[in-house]
């Protein structure tokens, strides 16, 4: 089974891929003006200004951008989405589930991704790893409830030319356990069980789409999967969009720890609107 949903596909339909599948292919998601333009402005902030990837960072706005700078933060990858179909999904996916429709995104839950086609290589800056099979439900708290849309930008296709994402379809509504013995700090605090995976794979496969600009994978928190690494002749670059449901317990927790967030109301983002260029990126509530 590989959940591709074309863009006539009702949102019902896909909200019920997710939850039965744990993932779907959403095709031409971002316009492709849109999407072409993000993926430039990806390219000259990571690639030619060599700019710090890692959590927030696809909010800065390109022009002028430098280490130390403070700038406009950019929205348009998060209206993209969040307005758009996997908005759309993420309410009626939130409404079954949660029983509320509205949605957060933390900036901390937008990551960017840089990944180097050399084995072990990151660029020297975060969120350059190849990651193993790990479930998002393992770095936010237990009972929240959110939907991971990975979003493309560079190149132009994976797993062709660039590190792919490798999901296992099947319906898991449970946190695996860890594998053990994991010496690497950040693969220990992810890493699910090889045996759990082999088991998973045996009986439902696994699934690497064949993105391209504009398309969006939309996983819940439970859905196992890596990072592609076969081949890889470009460096990757994609932001994972992490839609939380709105619930009292997700926003309690953001105000304790003072993480800053967008919510969305009548067609409008609000949140924070500046951003200092810097490791990490900070954002300016
Ligand atoms: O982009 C990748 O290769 C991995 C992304 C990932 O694991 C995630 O979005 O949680």
Known sequence: MQPICIPDTPVGEIATNVADWGGVHLKDVIALRDVVALS?????????????????????????????????????????????????????????????????????????????????????????????????????????????????????????????????PCKLEELLEKQPNVTDPFRASIETSHARIADLIARYGSWVPNAVLGDVILFHQFTPHRSYFVNPTKLRISVEVRMIAKEQKVLDEYARNRIPYFSFQDGKIIGPKQARIDHPIEIIV
């Open 40 to 168: 430039a402005a990806a390219v000259d902030y990571y690639m030619w200004r060599r700019l710090p990837a890692g959590n927030s960072s696809i909010l800065c706005n390109v022009p002028n951008a430098a280490l130390g700078k403070i700038v406009d933060i950019n929205l348009s990858l998060v209206e993209a989405i969040c307005f758009g179909r996997p908005g759309a999904v993420a309410r009626e996916y939130f409404g079954r589930t949660c029983g509320t429709e509205d949605f957060i995104v933390p900036t901390k839950g937008l990551n960017t991704r840089l990944i180097s086609p050399e084995p072990g290589v990151t660029d020297s800056r975060p969120h350059g790893q190849a990651l193993p099979f790990h479930q998002d439900a393992s770095v936010f708290p237990a009972q929240w409830t959110f939907l991971n849309a990975w979003t493309l930008l560079y190149p132009d296709r994976v797993p062709d030319y660039g590190t792919g994402l490798e999901l296992i």
